[in-house]
């Protein structure tokens, strides 16, 4: 049984993306919820169960970046991984810097991601 804290949260305002990466860990063997919004994922129960937070950068309302910086102020170290359909070098350097596992480009590779994933949960436990 895998342990409660290995939930894998997703955030990103575009319905395919979520729910394909919502499959994809899901057929990792993953228990996965999925979010429209950062603030519908801060205002759901699961923030202090999730074990890897998989996030767009570009949503309105609240960017990954905002997300990612909002739990670790609230003391919520969740590990992160952006991705994003509109890549910058700038923006890998400050994601990389701010403590994000990772920051994929759309499409990314579904090992990339996986990875990743298995990076973010050793680093949780």
């Known amino acids: 049984m895998r342990n409660k804290r290995q939930l894998i949260s997703i955030v990103d305002d575009d319905e395919p993306v979520r729910e394909a990466v919502k499959g994809l860990m899901r057929s990792m063997g993953f228990p ?10 801060l205002q759901s129960p699961v923030v202090v169960r999730t074990g890897c937070l ?34 910058a070098e700038s923006a890998r350097t400050f994601a990389l810097a701010s403590g994000v596992i990772a920051y994929l480009t759309k499409p990314f590779v579904e ?15």
């Open 54 to 87: 998989i996030a767009d950068v570009n949503m309105p309302g609240m960017s990954g970046f905002d997300l990612h910086g909002h739990l670790s102020a609230q003391g919520h170290a969740v590990p992160t991984v952006l991705i994003t359909a509109y890549p």
């Open 32 to 41: 996965t919820v999925a979010f429209a919004s950062g603030a519908d994922f």
């Open 111 to 125: 090992a990339d991601l996986s990875e990743a994933v298995r990076i973010a949960l050793a680093r949780r436990r």
